[in-house]
């Protein structure tokens, strides 16, 4: 058996499994988290951001709160474990779900250095875990060393990020952002979640767009959104709680969704949940004609990234202009 001198960082379990099966020699630490939906504050250290996420996880369904606890502790003893290997490769996609994990770990390295040359980015702009094995050395051939350029990057956009305004996130736009050369995209990617000046975010304008010209059930609506993004970030769980959201609320703008919220234990309910036909209600027609403020009928309470959006603090993203909309 070959000696264990790499630790490679991933973005999860199905990328992760396919390095650990590919790459004898390294151990894999996948990070998991969904760090473009709830709060993502600016603390103090990593340990303080760890326990609002798990508290935020946990009370967002996505698990019981002592395993998530759990598995984020020790991915973080892992990493700080990191000078036990004589390299650290960070393996990580295009995407918004991914860029934003890569530049935690980057700046986390940035206060944590390693020697010269021992920590290495593969980058690509495909999904790891859909490659091919035989894809995979090739790929972990194209590994290079990260630069001082790149690290100070990332500590500026990740502090941006978790800012309580999005302000010096979208400043990030006026900067050259070429020593990441996925991050343009994800900048304007994440600023497209905000609420636009109809209250619905991109991905709820894709989702309400589709039902209107498709006859879809939950399962195919999720597909055909994914399909509308150059880079797919948003896993199911998302997804679904969105679709709640929106089918739930007090004034619903998508009606015909059964068993909501979905219930994974339950086979039976899952299949009514995936299969039930959607359409949209008055109102969903009302905000998708741009008639209708969704913000004005529902109570906004949520967050993207330090920022916690409220009624009173609405801050709003003007997606054809390219600019914020401050509160008023």
Not at 2 to 26: F, H, K, Q
Not at 262 to 287: C, I, N, P
């Amino acid at each position: 058996m070959s000696a264990v001198t790499d630790l490679i960082i991933t973005n999860g379990d199905a990328a992760g499994e396919l390095l650990r099966r590919t790459l004898p020699g390294a151990e894999v630490l996948p990070w998991r988290d969904v760090l473009h939906e709830g709060p993502v504050p600016l603390t103090e250290t990593l340990e303080e951001l760890t326990a609002a996420r798990v508290e935020y996880l946990a009370g967002a369904g996505g698990g019981e709160i002592a395993a998530i606890e759990f598995e984020l502790t020790a991915r973080n003893r892992g990493l700080a474990m990191n000078p036990n290997f004589g390299r650290v490769v960070l393996w990580f996609e295009h995407d918004l779900y991914d860029q934003l994990q890569l530049l935690q770990v980057l700046d986390w390295f940035a206060a944590n250095p390693r020697a010269d040359s021992t920590l290495l980015l593969v980058q690509i702009d495909d999904y790891i875990g859909r490659q091919e094995p035989e894809a995979i050395a090739g790929l972990a051939a194209t590994a290079r060393p990260v630069s001082q350029k790149q690290l100070d990057l990332a500590k500026r956009a990740w502090s941006a990020f978790r800012q309580k305004t999005p302000e010096a996130w979208a400043q990030l736009l006026d900067e050259d952002l070429s020593a990441l050369p996925f991050l343009k995209p994800i900048v304007i990617r994440a600023l497209e979640e905000l609420p636009g000046v109809d209250g619905l975010s991109r991905t709820e304008r894709q989702m309400l767009g589709t039902i209107e010209s498709e006859s879809v059930t939950s399962l195919e609506l999720f597909v055909s959104v994914q399909r509308l993004e150059d880079a797919e970030f948003m896993g199911d769980w998302s997804f679904w709680r969105l679709l709640d959201s929106l089918s739930l609320a007090e004034e619903p703008m998508i009606a015909g969704l059964e068993e909501a919220p979905l219930q994974r234990e339950d086979q039976e309910l899952a299949k009514a949940y995936l299969t039930s036909r959607l359409s949209l209600t008055s109102l969903g027609k009302a905000v998708l004609a741009g008639g209708a403020d969704w913000a004005a009928h529902h109570d906004v309470d949520e967050w993207w990234g330090g920022t916690h959006l409220t009624e009173d603090a609405l801050w709003r993203w003007n997606q054809t202009a390219e600019r914020l909309i401050a509160p008023e």
